[in-house]
């Protein structure tokens, strides 16, 4: 037992136990406390993905799909997308310490990281088997996406996914890995660097502890590497871009409004970020 940890074995007087405060190591504490925040936060939730089981769409389906206009195919995976977005904004207001910085800042890290979190926490819901994506409720690959017209993108969302799902993380370790996208010190434009330096500090920490705790040292060098989450941000922007030359007036209504906000800010709206 490690020092200030009383041991808890049924045969411990309870005197015993009074006497020490079971003190968990504070990077214990947090590391519990993201967990928390990513299980609140996460759809569907962890006992759901178990529970269930994962039908494929059927052929028809599947053509069902891919005779749909690309427009109305791009406003069903934005509001997707959009849904799990604002599931990462209530993920980051939960975040010991993000709600202390600047608005500003705040908005800073979710624009830079909501997305890549939301393709973190996609391999939750992939089946690296059949190389399918739960979508709207059913196993869906690649090939239903087509009518998008952007295949690329897809088979880089769809390799992220599988690369990320082969290392078979943990609810904890997923948690961790999400909260050190967000609270990134390197994004660009923060105001106050060393304050988001100071919490991604305390999360990297615990995140090491966890991993020594669990045996799961070797994760850390098996992860992605973090410009692969970049360039797949960046694939996508540049799709949204050829969406909207194709389909001029702007994102049709039917686009969430943080949707455009995050992917197609109107410029007349002012800076990134200061709105
Ligand atoms: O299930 S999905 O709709 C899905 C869409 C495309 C895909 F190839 C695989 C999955 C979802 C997702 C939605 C939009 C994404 O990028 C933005 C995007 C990509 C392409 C068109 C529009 C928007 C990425 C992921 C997975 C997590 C949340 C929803």
């Not at 995976?77 to 904004?89: F, G, L, Y």
Request: contains cysteine; proline residues 7%.
């Amino acid at each position: 037992e490690t020092a200030g940890r009383v041991s808890l074995s049924p045969l411990c007087p309870l005197s015993v136990l009074l006497s020490h405060r079971v003190t968990r190591v504070p990077s214990e504490l947090l590391s519990q406390s993201v967990l928390l925040s990513h299980r609140a936060t996460c759809h569907p939730r962890a006992e759901e993905l178990q529970g269930q089981r994962w039908v494929p769409f059927s052929r028809e389906e599947i053509s069902a799909f891919q005779s749909q206009p690309m427009a109305e195919m791009w406003q069903r995976c934005a509001r997707r997308v959009t849904e799990a977005i604002e599931r990462v904004v209530e993920f980051a207001k939960r975040l010991r310490g993000f709600l202390q910085l600047s608005q500003h800042d705040q908005i800073v890290l979710l624009k830079a990281g909501a997305m890549e979190v939301v393709l973190v926490r996609m391999c939750r819901a992939f089946d690296a088997a059949t190389r399918s994506v739960l979508f709207e409720g059913k196993l869906a690959g690649p090939e239903l996406f087509r009518s998008l017209g952007c295949p690329e993108l897809v088979a880089s969302i769809f390799d992220f996914a599988q690369s990320l799902s082969a290392l078979r993380c943990s609810e904890s370790e997923l948690a961790m890995l999400s909260a050190l996208v967000l609270l990134n010190a390197g994004r660009p434009c923060l105001q106050d660097r060393p304050r988001v330096a100071r919490l991604q500090g305390h999360l990297d920490v615990a995140f090491r502890l966890l991993l020594r705790r669990t045996r799961r040292e070797g994760l850390l060098a098996r992860l992605p590497a973090p410009g692969r989450l970049r360039a797949l941000c960046s694939q996508h922007l540049e799709q949204v871009q050829a969406f909207r030359r194709l389909h001029p007036g702007g994102l049709p209504a039917a686009f969430p409004p943080l949707y455009r906000e995050l992917f197609a800010p109107d410029p007349a709206d002012g800076p990134a970020g200061t709105r």
